[in-house]
């Protein structure tokens, strides 16, 4: 049995990657399960997707614990723990990452024993976002080198429909196109063995006594406790205010900023809360001169150090 | 006109009580509105809250709220708001609260409780006089379950279940005027995109007592299709083509409190909307375009 997850962003299309290599193993007589799993987070929170593909009735249910193949649409999610990206990775796991850095780096960084394959870095310009899905489903599907191009390219078709016809040409073409960049590794991936109960573990945890409500769900007296989230860590794109040509009229930006994460300074200059910045960037339309910018999260620690450095 | 603390962009609060960390999306047009309408409100405020996108705002054991937040079903925050006056009222009667720990009871719904599900228990309060306030949040649609039409969804808008190549077949309802037919103490339209106009018609509604009704609609980055950080432009654009009036509703009188001259072409606010964009491609549906304006014409001829 194959198992697949995909980890992205709410919004980069995991979600319909996920059915487009359901609908193309199912095109090659495959069993299969296609499920997405998301909590009430929204657009830019952290989702992954997983499928299972087997010649044999799956049994199986849940979330995938020991995947062959794990594909990252956003590599800024593998640094957050929350996402979960290698969880259950094992010496044959392949990584399938959107990255501008070499697959040896990857390699190195997380220890990995299986192969690495990087895909272009994730398009700056927001409106190619929903493609990065297409992409990841084409190349998926050649990595594990059980489904033809055509049965791709109907699984596209069959998932899409109703879209606008550009829409649909353009999706396959990033995905064939993946498809084929990634046929010199074609079956690469192995087919693990089928998630019995032998190889389970049972979880490290401590058994607590049950507790009444009061104890175990207790009251919450405190206002404001949200603050808590993180919600700094749905963000792609960091926004950076240029002091020098603020004009300090920061109740244009932090009334206007949706999360109310811009608060102003006693010096009167506003000041940006990255911890609950969604990146949302309201502050960047809004601002009167055009003081305020965005840079790629991934590029923020290169921005940080040269600002130190400065 | 009354005294106002709001008089230029800078009499807005630049601290903000709501706490961040909430799961609504990235550029909800809602969630600017509600801090705008907070800021304004302050903390000795009980909300109320239907089912809707913003019920995620408290999610145990989190909550952006200073003070106390209660959950309906998606018909009955009014009902839930009458429990909560009447037992405030009670607790200061009888002395077990000082009266200055009263508080607001503020009811917070989107247009699907607002405009469908939930007018009848609203209509009841008014009817009752209940001494609340009423926020609508109107993302014209059933945002949190993946923006199916709502009685809120405007003509031709393309929803999830409204796919087709003219989109939605119904109308807006015109839930101001069916809220002003009701004689309420206060009814006013808003939006986040206009703070100081907002910001104005709070602070009108918290000094009077008895039914007030706000609503705000509220640009939906996921919902419309548009990118987040274009929030406020498409909240601006509503008003300046006269698609969304601001008004407020006083003793019967109806009165607009931002007259755009000359508005702007509705289609400038459609036109930025994926789910609008079947009446552009694959090819322009002058039709349905002109239906909209003419539409949009009708209503300001009709108050001008």
Redesign the interface.
């Known amino acids: 049995m194959y198992c697949i997850r995909l980890h992205g962003r709410g ?1 980069q299309g995991m979600k319909t990657a996920s059915r487009i290599l359901g609908s193309a193993f199912f095109e090659e007589g495959f069993e299969v399960q296609d499920a997405p799993r998301y909590g ?6 952290p989702i992954f997707a997983y499928v299972r593909a087997a010649r044999r009735p799956i049994l199986e249910r849940g979330i995938i614990r020991r995947p062959d193949l794990v594909v990252v649409a956003d590599e800024t999610l593998v640094p957050v723990s929350a996402a979960g990206v290698v969880q259950g990775v094992g010496p044959y796991t392949v990584l399938l990452i959107h990255s501008a850095e070499a697959p040896a780096v990857w390699k190195r960084r997380l220890k990995l024993g299986g192969e690495v394959f990087t895909l272009p870095v994730a398009p700056e310009d ?1 409106a190619d976002v929903p493609l990065i899905g297409a992409s990841c489903a084409g190349a998926a599907a050649r990595l594990v080198g059980e489904i033809s191009r055509d049965a791709l390219e109907e699984a596209i078709r069959s998932e899409l429909v ?1 879209m ?2 550009e829409v649909v040409a353009e999706n396959l073409e990033r995905a064939l196109g993946a498809y084929d960049r990634l046929a010199p590794h074609a079956g690469c991936v192995r087919e693990g063995d089928a998630e019995g109960v032998g190889p389970f573990e049972s979880p490290d945890w401590i058994d607590l006594p049950f507790e009444d409500a009061r104890i175990s ?1 207790p009251d ?1 007296h405190a ?9 700094g860590l ?2 792609t794109m960091r926004p950076l205010i240029d002091l020098e040509h603020c004009h300090r ?4 930006c ?8 811009i ?2 300074d006693d010096a009167g200059a506003p000041q940006i ?1 990255y ?2 910045c ?5 502050c ?3 601002c009167p001169p055009h003081a305020i910018h965005a840079i790629p999260e991934e590029q923020a620690a290169d921005a940080a150090a040269a600002e130190n450095a400065a | 006109m009354t005294e106002t603390a709001f008089r230029r962009m800078n009499d807005l609060p630049s601290t903000h009580l709501l706490g961040g960390g909430t799961a609504m999306c990235a550029g909800c047009g809602g969630l600017q509105a509600i801090q705008e309408v907070y800021d304004v409100l302050g903390k000795n405020t009980v909300f109320v809250n239907a089912a809707g996108c913003m019920t995620l705002l408290s999610i145990y054991p989190f909550t952006p709220f200073r003070g106390s937040w209660l959950y309906t079903a998606m018909a009955s925050a009014p009902a839930g708001a009458q429990g909560v006056r009447d037992a405030l009222d009670i607790l200061v009667e009888k002395g077990r609260i000082p009266p200055e720990e009263n508080v607001q009871v503020v009811v917070l719904t989107g247009d699907g409780a607002a405009y469908g599900m939930g007018v009848s228990a609203t209509s009841g309060a008014i009817d009752r006089n209940l001494d609340f306030l009423y926020i609508c949040y109107d993302n014209e649609g059933y945002g949190n379950t993946g923006q199916q039409y709502s009685e809120a969804t405007p003509h031709a808008a393309r929803t999830a279940t409204s796919s087709g190549p003219r989109g939605y077949p119904g109308y807006k309802k015109d839930l101001f005027s069916i809220w002003a037919a009701h004689r309420p103490a206060y009814v006013a339209t808003v939006i986040g995109a206009e703070p100081l106009d907002l910001a104005r018609k709070i602070e009108t509604a918290a000094r009077v007592r008895g039914p007030r009704l706000i609503l705000a609609l509220a640009p939906c980055p996921t919902g419309w299709d548009f990118e987040p950080r274009d929030t406020i432009e498409i909240g601006r654009l509503a008003v300046r083509t006269g698609v969304w009036p601001l008004k407020e509703c006083v003793d019967g009188q109806v009165v607009h409190t931002k007259v755009r001259r000359p508005r702007l072409p509705v289609e400038e606010y459609l036109k930025r909307q994926g789910r609008f964009e079947h009446l552009f491609a694959p090819e322009r549906k002058p039709e349905i375009l002109d239906e909209i304006q003419a539409r949009v014409d009708a209503y300001w001829q009709r108050v001008e």
Do not use: M, Y
């Not at chain 1, 206002?223 to 919600?231: A, D, F, P």
């Open positions: 919004g009430a987070e929204r657009r830019g929170a927001r109703g606008r016809a769900a919450i206002g404001g406790t949200s603050v808590q989230v993180r919600t749905w963000r009229c920061a109740w244009v932090s009334t206007f900023c949706p999360d109310g994460a608060r102003v809360d911890d609950h969604k990146g949302c960037l309201v960047v339309a809004v």
